[in-house]
């Protein structure tokens, strides 16, 4: 059983079956299933759980893998074959209990029909069916940036989590708000000895806090913080004088553990006192201290030239900024970039495509500044023709729908994504040879879905006074399985060259082609999709 969130009850990780039906243990009683029967997964029926995650891993429904349990336990208990007059609906419906950062939605919903089809028919699903399990997992570590395991025991949550392992007679080290940790013999009495209030989502509006540099521009942009929404919050373990387990259990967290304090300080602490012990971070933990996405101000003109200034509230180490600029070089020569200090939760340059993502949405997005919205079917930017005044694009300027908008990612991976004016998504990938399609398109369908809600939907609030006040895993605004249009994706199967990372320019390539369908609006995010995108 996982825990992404407790005691919020919102991402449906920790759900368990009581006398059959789903429900969310973090927020449900002891008292209250005395006497029922309470399966977990590795309670399920064999064959079932079988189905299950063998139907997970022949279409990639799980990349880190930290849902999967809780959602199959869902779908089990929720969607019964032959009752439901659409089982489509009937998987949408039950995910709306559930967050996953990593899929996108659509491979778990494939899932779904592949493992009630199966159990139904008594079929055994194979998981790998001829795929090559080592360039599976090569091509999963080249999108998630760490190793990655693939296969159907992933799906079960045995992807090597840290907090799965440690021992049960480790002291627990949660934060204390000040800098330090509580330290006691279980969670429920170190959380109380830390004594914080639990985190709500607040009223207060999301903020923009870095300027558009002073200009003339034909489009500008104004992004805030946006929290990179992995599942499973920070957590080590470690032994006196041993080596402390990972945080990174089976996938990179988008770059947002890559600097997790935790297994040095469960070193620490377990060499203090002499014992082991798990540190654990809560999720408003997580949101208040683990790294964001830093907010940009941008204006761009047509011609590609322009200014990005992004905001962090301490410097970044030279090589960083080298980094930074090197990138956005690749993919926007023409764009300056330059820091500015914000007061607000820390930033990372490890966070996917940090300013680089953003450099090359603006430069993919310029031509269009003045245009109208083409006809479906219109073949691509080129020399924008008709534009009479090329004015700052405005919230409300005509959404352009039905253009192929192409990034290539400073490492070589080649995306184009088209938003259809039927609200479908369609996503070409060229990263190279391909490895494993299946994995592969599970990356794409990810990196689509989190372009969606960088633009849409994701963001947290914070006050003047730098704190975060979006506390909740549901206020981070990861756009749910109902709101995700459908996304198709085409892979070049030519696969000539090294692979490379794919999902970092189909993150850009679709955040680019999802603003021009709303119109080019200056601030992300919140702005619906102009023309039917969602279902
Ligand atoms: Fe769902 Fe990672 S696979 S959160």
């Not at 209030?197 to 509006?205: F, H, I, L």
Request: charged share 20%.
């Amino acid at each position: 059983m996982k825990d992404g969130c407790s005691p919020q009850g919102q991402c449906g990780c920790c759900t368990v079956l009581v006398d059959g039906a789903p429900r969310v243990s973090c927020v449900t009683p002891v008292r209250r299933v005395a006497g029922r029967e309470v399966t977990t997964i590795d309670g399920l029926d064999e064959g079932v759980r079988g189905a299950w995650s063998a139907a997970f891993a022949a279409v990639g429904a799980s990349q880190c893998g930290f849902c999967s349990p809780g959602i199959i336990l869902r779908l089990v208990g929720a969607v019964v074959p032959g009752r439901a007059t659409d089982p489509g609906a009937g998987v949408r419906r039950a995910l709306s209990a559930h967050l996953c950062r990593c899929t996108g939605w659509q491979t778990i919903e494939e899932a779904a029909e592949v493992a009630t089809r199966a159990t139904a028919s008594r079929l055994i699903v194979d998981p790998m069916d001829g795929r090559d399990p080592t360039a599976a997992a090569r091509r999963a570590r080249l999108e998630g940036g760490t190793d990655q395991m693939v296969g159907p025991e992933v799906a079960l949550g045995r992807g090597g989590f840290a907090d799965d392992s440690a021992p049960p007679d480790a002291l627990v080290a949660v934060p204390d708000g000040d800098g330090g940790y509580a330290v006691a013999s279980t969670l429920t009495a170190a959380r109380s000895r830390a004594g914080k209030v639990q985190g709500r989502r607040s009223t207060e509006p999301l903020v923009h806090p870095v300027p558009v540099p002073d200009g003339s521009w034909d489009v500008t942009l104004q992004t805030t913080w946006v929290d990179p929404g992995y599942l499973e919050p920070d957590a080590s373990w470690c032994g006196p004088g041993g080596s402390p387990r990972s945080p990174l259990g089976n996938g990179g967290a988008f770059g947002g553990k890559l600097a997790s304090p935790v297994a040095r300080d469960a070193r620490e602490l377990a060499d203090r006192y002499g014992r082991p012990v798990r540190v654990l971070w809560s999720r408003e933990d997580v949101v208040r201290m683990g790294p964001k996405r830093p907010p940009v101000g941008a204006g761009i003109r047509r011609d590609g030239t322009g200014v990005l200034a992004f905001g962090s509230p301490s410097p970044w180490p030279d090589r960083d900024m080298d980094a930074v600029r090197a990138a956005v070089r690749a993919v926007a020569p023409g764009l300056d970039v330059y820091l500015v200090p914000v007061v607000g939760p820390p930033v990372s340059a490890a966070i996917r495509a940090a300013v680089w993502a953003e450099a090359a949405v603006l430069a993919a997005v310029a031509p269009w500044s003045a245009t109208a919205s083409p006809t479906p079917g219109a073949t691509g930017p080129g020399p924008v023709t008709g534009a009479t005044s090329p004015g700052p694009a405005t919230a409300g300027a005509s959404p352009v729908l039905g253009v192929p908008i192409t990034v290539v990612s400073p490492g070589g991976g080649r995306a184009t994504t088209t938003m259809r004016p039927d609200g479908g998504v369609v996503v070409e990938v060229s990263a190279g040879a391909v490895l494993d399609p299946v994995v592969l398109r599970s990356y794409v369908i990810g990196a689509t879905h989190q372009a969606l809600g960088w633009v849409l939907s994701e963001g947290i609030a914070v006050g003047p006074d730098g704190e975060v006040h979006d506390l909740t895993v549901r206020s981070l605004g990861v756009l749910p399985a109902r709101e995700t249009p459908p996304i198709e994706v085409r892979l070049d199967g030519d696969g000539a060259g090294p692979p490379v990372n794919a999902s970092d320019a189909v993150f850009a390539a679709t955040a680019a082609a999802c603003w021009l369908a709303t119109g080019l609006a200056p601030t992300w995010p919140g702005h619906a999709l102009a023309a039917g995108g969602t279902r």
